[in-house]
Structure formats: structure tokens, C-alpha cells
């Protein structure tokens, strides 16, 4: 049986339960030692607290950075119970054994957060936080170690259910739950250092996030999984409020981003519907209903339990079209009264509001994992601009190239091999995912013919579209499937060797090319 906790040592930055909790450890009988904030708002609650300069014997010091920085502190909390030297060191320089450790760290990652500057963040990286809770963390086996207020109801009835002590396995937990939290702390200080040294890729690299969901599974049932989030604040699926419907599954996080940054993309008015990662539909429009419609004819077929990323706020009169289809997720940086009650008759429909949209310039990083390893990347975030190059005798109408520079948006959120054809500001036709660009090129034209005759419509909708590709055409097989199709113009980023053949064959076939210099590969 483990002995009942006697000596407490509280110091926290974030306050929340604090008094409550703190007020269960004394009419347990446990003294409580404390310093600065943490102290007073004990004492302002009434409840008695010893400084821990008093328990010391020694004052704190340069502004705060030196305080529990000192043996009676560090010994109390890593001297062995019933160890015999242990327990003679303690005698022998008066140190008392200090049962339970409650501490939250200086609020570093807030403070960056923020936008401090460099000084006030390093003024927020904490010393003698980490250093206690990795050493009650360590001496688990008679010390309960508290980092998060989550936790304090747990104690609490711990205590009641063990005498006043914890159980080991219940200080074994915490004490993965403390070394978990230093790592983070750690881990968000070297990611800022690395931002401020400009250096992205330091010789450690130290990745860490927050648990925010436990998932039914992963992306199949026999796989476990969990949704983690890291702080950033860029809006999207990691931030959302979830306003209604089922918990989202692995794939519903995923496709809910890849359609919500594809959204992203675009000043105009806009809506991408998801499939397995893929847009099956996306399109501008006058309207948030003119462009969920035009973004639906593309392949109404696929689009059947996909994601729907709206870049405006979802109205009345878009939620009603919405409602006729089944679909797993809705995302939208706002959700109108209107939209919401429309919406909640379908009850197993996930509808996330957002806040904002993500700035597809902004810089950040992905992470991907390997056997072994992690692959770390700057995000896609470049925009294409002055690269562009006319290449063909024949350049593009104005109409061809806004729906050029729209396609090419497009497939930068496609699986490479990417070939999307778009007409009058809608997606009608994408191929993803091949190994060879011509069959991207073929899949994506019957695609769109399957679709236009199934509409009923007289001609396929290809006819009269511009096509874009991911990267360069390796041979003129490719470009020569989008002619066969109705394209009229191609956007590519050019630097094959045979770069010519397939200018050759497009001036042969009428085609108006822009090369654009930059690849979008999405594996």
C-alpha cells in the first residue's frame, strides 16, 4: 500500500480547477508549498500555503529564473522512499519528501502564438518546470506527478478511493503523461528556435502533438488510430467546430482537408467536392449555389458520400441543393442560422465551420512517414505568376486563361500522374493517381463523356475545355488525348527533353500552350 500524500508542491501558469483541487489536497491534510501566482491565489482563497523560499531557506532570485532550482526541492522529489542512504542524505540536510508535484509550464507556445517577440519568448521558456516534473516523473514510484488541470479530478478521487495515496499504476500513467509534456514543451522550443534561425531542417528534427480524438479506427477497421493536433492555427479540419453529426473517421479528416485547402485556393467564389483525397468536382460560380451545382454535374456519380469545401459562408439556399445529397462531410468558414437547420434534419452529416479560410501562400511544413523515418517537406504554397510562357503560335483567349490558371490550381491538389480538363470555371473531367499521364489524360475525357451523357447533353463536356497537367508531357501522346478530347489549350510546367515534339504537336492541332516553369507533384 502506498503511503498517503502528505507534502505538496504547487506552481502553475494556468490556473483553471486550481483552487478546488488545492482545497481537496488541504482538508487532506497535505501541506502545500507554492510560489509567486500560484501562492497568492491559494492564499486569496484562504487556503494555508508555505513559499517554497521559506521551505528553502533561500530567496528567489534573478527575477524569478532561480527558485526551485535547489536541493530541498529537487531532493525531495527524487529520494527513494525506503531506501536506506536516500533516506540518511535527507536526514542529514534537512530535506522533507515532497509526495506530489503539480505543474504546468510558463505558456510558451501561447506566447508565440501570439507573435512575441524574441526576448518575451525566451523569457517564457521554462527552467524549473521541466527540471521538477522530469525528476518526480522519474521517482514515480513515490511521487504523483500532475502537468495538466484534465488530470486533477482523477487525483482527487485516487486519493479517495486509496487512503489519502495513489496507486502505482495510477502514478505510472501520470508519469508518462509528464514526460510527454516536456517532450512537446521541448519539441515546440526547437521548432521556433528553428523558425528563427531560418533553418527548417535542424540537425534533430522533434515533431510532437496534442491528443484531440481517439478514432473508431484508422483508414480500415483493423487498423487503431488517433487525430492529433499540433497548435497551428491555420484554419481548417484540425481547428473546425464540429456543429453536428457522427465523429469523423481517418479518411474523413483527411479528404476534409485536401478538399477544404483546395477551396483555399481561390479569391472567387467556390466549392470542391472530395473523393478518396481526389476532387470529383470543382468549380466558381456567381453564386455558393451556382458553384456547388456546376461543381456536382462534373461526376455526380462520385461525388455521392464525398466532402463538400465551400469557401463562403454556407447559406439557406446552398444547403438545400446540399441536402439532396448524401455526403459525408460539409466544411465552411461559416454556417448561416439558416443553413444549420436545413442541415440538421440529415443528423449523421458532419457540417464543420472553419472561422476563416487558409492562406495558400503562407509557408509551413508536412510531415509523411517512412519504415524507419519521417520525410519533411515546406508546403506547396508557391503561386504561379510571371513563369508564364506562351510556347504555341496560338495564345490563349482571355477565357482559355483564366480557366488555365483555375485548372492548374486544381492539380496541384490532384494525384500525380494529374490531368483535370476545366471548362468555363468548373472541373469537368480529372484523372489521378496513374502511372502513366496519357491513361490520366484518357481516364479524365471518359470521365467527363460518361457524365455528359448521362446528363443527356448532346456533346461531351471536354469539348472546348483547357486541360492542365502536374508536370511536363514526356512524350506528345498525352497532350495529343486532350486534343482527341476538345481541349483548345494546355497548361503544363514544361522541361521535358522532348519539350518541342509536344509544342510541334499542339501548333499541328491548333492548341494554345503556357508553360509555367514549376511542377505540382502530389504523391
Known amino acids: 500500500m502506498s503511503t498517503p500524500i502528505r507534502r505538496a508542491l504547487i506552481s502553475v501558469s494556468d490556473k483553471s480547477g486550481l483552487v478546488e483541487f488545492a482545497r481537496f489536497l488541504a482538508d487532506s491534510g497535505v501541506e502545500i508549498l507554492s510560489t509567486g501566482g500560484s501562492a497568492k491565489a491559494l492564499s486569496d482563497a484562504g487556503i494555508p500555503v508555505k513559499e517554497v523560499s521559506e521551505h528553502t531557506g533561500f530567496p ?102 486509496n487512503g489519502g495515496a495513489t496507486s502505482a499504476e495510477f502514478r505510472r500513467k501520470l508519469a508518462a503523461t509528464a514526460y510527454s509534456r516536456t517532450a512537446a514543451y521541448d519539441a515546440a522550443i526547437s521548432t521556433w528556435f528553428s523558425g528563427e534561425l531560418n533553418e527548417p531542417f535542424p540537425r534533430r528534427a522533434a515533431f510532437a502533438g496534442e491528443l484531440k480524438q481517439t478514432l473508431r479506427y484508422g483508414e480500415n477497421p483493423h487498423q487503431q488510430a488517433a487525430f492529433y493536433v499540433t497548435g497551428e492555427a491555420r484554419p481548417g479540419v484540425a481547428t473546425a467546430e464540429q456543429l453536428q453529426g457522427k465523429e469523423l473517421s481517418f479518411n474523413n479528416f483527411n479528404d476534409t482537408d485536401a478538399a477544404f485547402e483546395l477551396v483555399g485556393e481561390f479569391d472567387e467564389t467556390a466549392c470542391a467536392i472530395i473523393k478518396h483525397a481526389n476532387p470529383c468536382g470543382c468549380a466558381q460560380g456567381n453564386s455558393l449555389t451556382d458553384a456547388y451545382l456546376k461543381a456536382l454535374a462534373c461526376d455526380p456519380v462520385s461525388a455521392f458520400g464525398g466532402i463538400i469545401a465551400l469557401n463562403r459562408a454556407l447559406d439557406g439556399g446552398t444547403a438545400e441543393e446540399i441536402a439532396k445529397l448524401f455526403a459525408e462531410v460539409v466544411i465552411a468558414p461559416e454556417i448561416s442560422p439558416e443553413a444549420s437547420e436545413i442541415l440538421a434534419a440529415k443528423k449523421n452529416l458532419r457540417v464543420l465551420r472553419t472561422g476563416g479560410m ?20 515546406n508546403r506547396d504554397n508557391a503561386v504561379t505568376s510571371e513563369e508564364l510562357r506562351v510556347v504555341t503560335k496560338r495564345a490563349p483567349t482571355d477565357a482559355e486563361m483564366r480557366d488555365l490558371m483555375f485548372a492548374f490550381a486544381i492539380c496541384k491538389h490532384v494525384k500525380s500522374n494529374a490531368i483535370v480538363y476545366v471548362k468555363d470555371g468548373a472541373l469537368v473531367g480529372g484523372g489521378a493517381g496513374q502511372m502513366s499521364r496519357v491513361d490520366s489524360a484518357r481516364i479524365a475525357a471518359w470521365k467527363s463523356k460518361e457524365a455528359s451523357e448521362a446528363a443527356g447533353e448532346a456533346q461531351t463536356r471536354t469539348l472546348g475545355s483547357v486541360v492542365a497537367s502536374d508536370a511536363f508531357f514526356p512524350f506528345a501522346d498525352g497532350l495529343l488525348a486532350a486534343a482527341e478530347a476538345g481541349a483548345t489549350a494546355v497548361i503544363q510546367p514544361g522541361g521535358s527533353m522532348r519539350d518541342n515534339e509536344v509544342i510541334a504537336a499542339a501548333d499541328e492541332k491548333g492548341l494554345a500552350m503556357v508553360m509555367t516553369g514549376m511542377r505540382h507533384f502530389r504523391h
Do not use: W
Not at 503562407?362 to 523515418?373: E, K
Open 60 to 161: 528567489e532570485i534573478m527575477d524569478g529564473r532561480v527558485k526551485t532550482l535547489h536541493p530541498k526541492i529537487h531532493g525531495g522529489l527524487l529520494a527513494m522512499r525506503g531506501n536506506a542512504d536516500h533516506e540518511a542524505a535527507m536526514e542529514q540536510h534537512g530535506i522533507a519528501p515532497i509526495d506530489l508535484l503539480c505543474v504546468n509550464l510558463y505558456p510558451f507556445e501561447e506566447t508565440v502564438a501570439k507573435g512575441a517577440d524574441f526576448e518575451t519568448c525566451i523569457e517564457n521558456i521554462d527552467i524549473g518546470g521541466p527540471g521538477m516534473i522530469r525528476a518526480a516523473a522519474k521517482n514515480h514510484d513515490g511521487v504523483t506527478v500532475v502537468v495538466d488541470a484534465a488530470d486533477y479530478a482523477a487525483v482527487i478521487e485516487e486519493m479517495k478511493a
Open 358 to 377: 487558409p492562406d495558400p501562400t503562407l509557408p509551413g511544413m508536412t510531415l509523411r512517414s517512412l519504415s524507419g523515418g519521417y520525410l519533411l517537406q
